[in-house]
């Protein structure tokens, strides 16, 4: 679905002719990156993410293809193998260091990605799918990359692999056999490592197909934008092709420079030295703590310190670690204001960057040692992370006043004269 | 339903930290965890500067070179380097000759075995062979150095701080000017084990190896004094744990100058339309 008024592909190369005749493939691009996706044209920077996200995607997985072909999965050789890569496969440092640091550059993306979302309440109608299809984009990622810090088998990999599964063995009465069933052993061990390495092969293909389908909903009602006033008539858009490309090349520049910042002259700031140690089941680390993109929610985990009712305080723990995700599920029925954009509501703005601020200092303490202060800051800091979505946004949402909006995207990038708002209306077709 | 359900939800999660921070509390206010030794007497690493440090440093090979003979004639006693083959060391500016001589004279042979009789016996090092492993009689086992400057906090300034960190527990106060068998007369370093702030839990396993100016003598001339020999050394060891960190910062400058130039050509292009 497009809007009326898109630029149709019209080859005029007689073999692209007898292409699309056949196989309407150069269309298919033209028509969801190219020309003939006509978007808004006051897209901000913010929007830039998505395509970095894709990017970094690819990223991964090309690295991890290549890396694959050198590593050895088995519990004897996973370490010293991943050595190896780092001095005797030519230009294997980089490739891993790439690897490790992509994952990273992944997440920050996805995370601004995701905050994006919530300022700007993409997720309101029509684009409900579009926002669920992407809270499953990041539990396959987050589960992706788990798996993937298990393989150089090193004590984090190792012990973290330990925590992660032990917080099945957190559910009543299946738990420790669940737990054992998915590590094929009671701890990790050669089962676990050759497992996690294969889904670690295939998940990231899954991610690749269910962002088919995100984007694939994306162009049914078309992208939101800053104001999240709908697209009116065609001097609201601009096709993708070349304004977009352009200033998505623009901020893939920017990405790749900070990425190869990191890669080059920083590869180990955002891994734990521990992981260089390799694998001991009878040695554990001081402090067990994830990578830093899980830090916010390991904090949530460790912040339930008391059995609650006749809840153990673990299983508390893993319910509430899961439903800080879950409940990103429910957020286009829990905000229910009719006005999307943040811009126009005041009240919501203020919560918006409180929960950002208090995401920060859930991450700043799951980094941390478990001890105090840190476990009753993470304590606040997790009370109004559930708070937020689930009690604050729904009030929020029928109380506030927004601000007036502007009648189009025209209006709001041009300002009120004759033009912009007697432009002729062309019906948008929803 | 999401409307009626959620707001319960949230308030049972919150209700349950509440809980959580409530005894959380009660129990800091009235039985507050003291603070440990380990906490209030081991010392961050020295900070001091190594030619490799920020983006434009790279190791110097001379002082490589003069750490590798501490490895060779003290480390390498108790621990083994097997991530590293002698052959590395031609990076160190060793010539081939050097390393052939190094490798075939090293203490520890490189191990064989015969399939056909069973036989187990040992033979001069290659330079293609790692560094052999290293029989340790005593107690305990002592960690293979390739990437101990990677896996500790601090890196070459934690090895040097470790190495220069030995000293008398009697009488040891920390920066606060509390003494530490007075405030803690339990943590009396156990027979076997010697006394260092810098080692995390305070007290390790390994006696003081660097004790002496002079316990190496380096080809150089330099002078080699405990806190030379253990500088060297620890540069030394950074270079183990990641012998492509020269390549790494030469590679990364043209990168990022390519893409400076890229980026910057993206925005004009981004401009232009």
Known sequence: MSF?????????????????NRLPLPRFVYNAVGAGYPVPRNLNYMWNFGVLAGFALVLQIVTGVVLAMHYAANAGVAFDSVEH??????????????HANGASMFFIVVYTHIFRGFFYSSYKAPREMIWLLGVVIFLLMMATAF?????????MSFWGAKVITGLFSAIPLVGTPLQQWLLGGFAPDNAALNRFFSLHFLLPFVILGVIILHVWALHI?????????????????????????AKDGFGLGIFLMVYCALVFFAPNLLGHPDNYIPANPLSTPAHIVPEWYFWPFYAILRAFTSDFMFIP????????????ILVWFFLPWLDTSPVRSGHYRPLFRKFFYLLVVDVLVLGYCGGAPAEEPYVMISQIASMYYFLHFLVILPIVSSVETPQPLPFSITEAVLGKDEHATLAPATPAVA | MVRLFGPLVGLFFAVALLWSFGNGAYNAATQPTPPTAEKLFHMHPKEVAFSFDGAFGTFDKAQLQRGFKVYQEVCSNCHSLKQVAFRDLAQLGYKEAEVKAIAKNWGNKAQTFDPK?????????LPSDHFPPVYYAGQGNPPDLS?????????AQYIHSLLTGYTDQAGYKNEA??????????AKTPDGLYFNPYFANLNLAMPQPLTSDGQVTYSDGTKATVDQMSMDVAAFLTWTAEPKLDKRKQTGWPVLGFLLAATVLAYLAKRNV
Do not use: C
């Not at chain 1, 009326?4 to 699309?20: F, G, I, R, S």
């Open chain 1, 313 to 324: 305080a673990k299983l508390m723990g893993v319910l509430a670690m899961f439903s800080a």
């Open chain 2, 147 to 155: 990437l101990i400057a990677k896996s500790r906090h601090g890196g």
């Open chain 2, 177 to 186: 000017g509390e003494e530490l068998l007075k405030k803690f007369p339990d």
């Open chain 1, 4 to 20: 009326p008024w898109a630029n149709e592909y019209k080859p005029t190369n007689p073999l692209m002719q007898w292409v699309d």
């Open chain 1, 221 to 245: 009602p078309g992208s939101s934008n800053p104001t999240g006033v709908e697209v009116k008539q065609e001097s609201d858009t601009v096709p993708f092709h070349p304004y977009y490309t």
């Open chain 1, 147 to 155: 798996m993937g810090y298990v393989l150089p088998w090193g004590q």
């Open chain 1, 85 to 98: 890569i780092m001095r005797d496969v030519n230009w294997g440092w980089m490739l891993r260091y790439a």
């Open chain 2, 117 to 125: 009789t069973g036989d187990r016996g040992d033979r001069p090092n």
